[in-house]
């Protein structure tokens, strides 16, 4: 458990939660496979059995957000660090950061930067030093978002993988 957000910051005196980030687990995949909806958790759940059976193999990492109280899983991100479209990420010094998602209900509370800040400390356990990030072309909110978290586009692709844009920085 690397972090927790306190419920009341400042002068904002809203009720919200606090949250925690940890490393994922395999026992977290069916309930991170709703993040996609009821009717895709089916097919994502197997796609994260997968994903976690990579962690083990030190391929991928992951890092889950919990709503606190009550330990909801509100937030996960995926950080790959070998077996990379070398065009996108090379593997050795650099990993790819991907499936960034915040349930809309805990969103605007910091918890995906919480969630990147955990990605880029576990990545430099395993001697990474940049982040790229990959994003829709018509995702301009992550893009924004990311740009104000210092990444700087340096790529972008349109083939079958769809029209991303890919953005890095130094870990934070
Ligand atoms: C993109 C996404 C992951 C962002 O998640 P998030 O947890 O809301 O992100 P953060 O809270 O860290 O930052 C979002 C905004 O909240 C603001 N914020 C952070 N903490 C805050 C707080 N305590 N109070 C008020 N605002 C806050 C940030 O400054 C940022 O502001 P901005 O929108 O004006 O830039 C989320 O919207 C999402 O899951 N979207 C759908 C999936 C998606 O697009 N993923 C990205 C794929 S590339």
Request: negative net charge; hydrophobic residues 25%.
């Given at each position: 458990m690397t972090q927790v957000r306190d419920a009341i910051r400042g002068d904002d005196t809203r009720e919200r939660p606090s949250y925690l980030i940890r490393p994922g687990r395999p026992g977290d995949s069916y309930e991170l496979s709703f993040h996609w909806g009821e009717l895709r958790a089916p097919s994502q759940m197997r796609v994260l059995d997968r994903y976690f059976d990579e962690i083990d193999r030190g391929i991928q990492g992951c890092q889950v957000a919990l709503a606190?109280?009550?330990?909801?899983?509100?937030g996960q991100v995926w950080t790959r660090?070998?077996?990379?479209?070398p065009g996108i990420a090379d593997g050795r010094t650099e990993c790819y950061v991907h499936t960034l998602f915040v349930m809309e209900k805990y969103r605007r509370q910091g918890i995906a930067r919480a969630l990147v800040e955990a990605a880029s400390t576990a990545a430099s356990r395993f001697g990474r030093s940049v982040m790229v990030i990959g994003v829709d072309r018509p995702n301009e909110y992550a893009r924004k978002l990311y740009e104000k978290w210092d990444f700087h586009q340096f790529h972008a692709t349109n083939d079958l993988r769809g029209d991303l844009i890919f953005l890095c920085r130094r870990l934070f």
């Open positions: 606190q109280p009550g330990g909801e899983l509100v660090y070998r077996n990379i479209d």
